[in-house]
């Protein structure tokens, strides 16, 4: 293969690189940013070297996650200065699917992994946790090179994807199915757009937790809203605020949830967790600099 041709292959594996970097980071400008370092460290490299590398989806794989470990480490002290509630980046459903590689079937399991909730458990782990996770348990990497990125052993890594698996699956185990899940959001809607307070009272779970995320730049509440009824009533009051806002079901990696659309542009994304027929979380992300998939001509990353 000829140096033109390993590189064309290389930036063939932007999206790859980004999906890895987003499930990692959180977001999608720091995905994106990761990203452009690990071509960086590519280019950087004599020809000679490039035209070494064997397999380099390999090759770019570990450096972007070094790249995101790095990031990790620094990212929960900015994330302490973060104005409000800090959350995750929503995005549309198979946002980083690449129909190229990945099979119908996956897809579903896909989605999952960059859902707001999933990306929520992420986010309270060890950066080295997390990289053993993303790495290990949606892309198949190796123990063994994946030691290399983190400076540990295979079998501390395996350790440590096993304890953020541990995380993960009870999260999912306490999910209802996704049927359950989007009926349970419906009614919240109906009540939500009847202004029923009652109904949407009784829709919540009594110890729900509202997070609104407008990181400083757009109004959002400061602090989470807790209870069924201060919740019910921040979400009535805000919808008479604001009443150029068209609040339409969402399809999302969470299941269904909703856009708030102001003039033909995405202003939040609103995403729930469900348990035992009730409301237990909502996520309102109002942040313009974490809409900016809801807001692509195309929504798909390239």
């Not at 070494?52 to 996650?65: D, F, H, M």
């Not at 990945?102 to 989605?111: F, G, I, M, Q, V």
């Not at 946790?129 to 790495?135: G, M, N, T």
């Amino acid at each position: 293969m000829t140096g033109q041709e390993i590189d064309a292959d290389v930036l063939g594996e932007r999206r790859h690189l980004l999906s890895l970097a987003f499930r990692m980071l959180g977001t999608v400008a720091e995905a994106e940013d990761a990203v452009q370092e690990t071509y960086i460290r590519w280019y950087r490299m004599s020809q000679e070297r490039r035209d070494a590398v064997e397999v380099p989806r390999a090759w770019l794989t570990r450096v972007a996650g070094r790249v995101c470990l790095d990031v990790l480490g620094s990212a929960r002290v900015r994330r302490e200065r973060y104005v409000g509630p800090w959350l995750p980046e929503p995005v549309p459903a198979l946002a980083f699917a690449d129909p190229a590689r990945d099979e119908p079937a996956d897809r579903a399991t896909l989605d999952d992994s960059v859902s707001s909730a999933l990306l929520v458990v992420l986010e309270s782990m060890t950066p080295a946790e997390r990289v053993a996770f993303v790495l290990h348990d949606v892309f198949a990497v190796p123990f063994a090179e994946i030691a290399e990125i983190v400076g540990r052993t295979p079998a501390a890594c395996r350790q440590l994807a096993g304890s953020a698996r541990k995380r993960v699956h009870g999260a999912r185990e306490a999910a209802v199915p996704r049927a359950a899940h989007d009926a349970t959001v419906r009614a919240f809607a109906a009540a939500a757009r009847a202004g029923d307070l009652a109904g949407l009272v009784a829709v919540l779970d009594p110890d729900v937790v509202l997070r609104s995320d407008g990181g400083g730049v757009v109004s959002a509440a400061r602090h989470p809203v807790v209870g069924a009824d201060r919740v019910a009533r921040f979400l009535l009051g805000a919808l008479g605020r604001n009443p150029a806002a068209e609040v339409l079901d969402q399809e999302t990696p969470d299941g269904l949830g909703f856009a708030l659309w102001v003039e033909g542009r995405v202003t939040g994304v609103v995403t729930m967790d469900v348990r035992g027929g009730v409301v237990t979380d909502v996520r309102v992300v109002l942040n313009p600099e974490k809409l900016t998939l809801w807001n692509r001509p195309t929504t798909p990353v390239e």
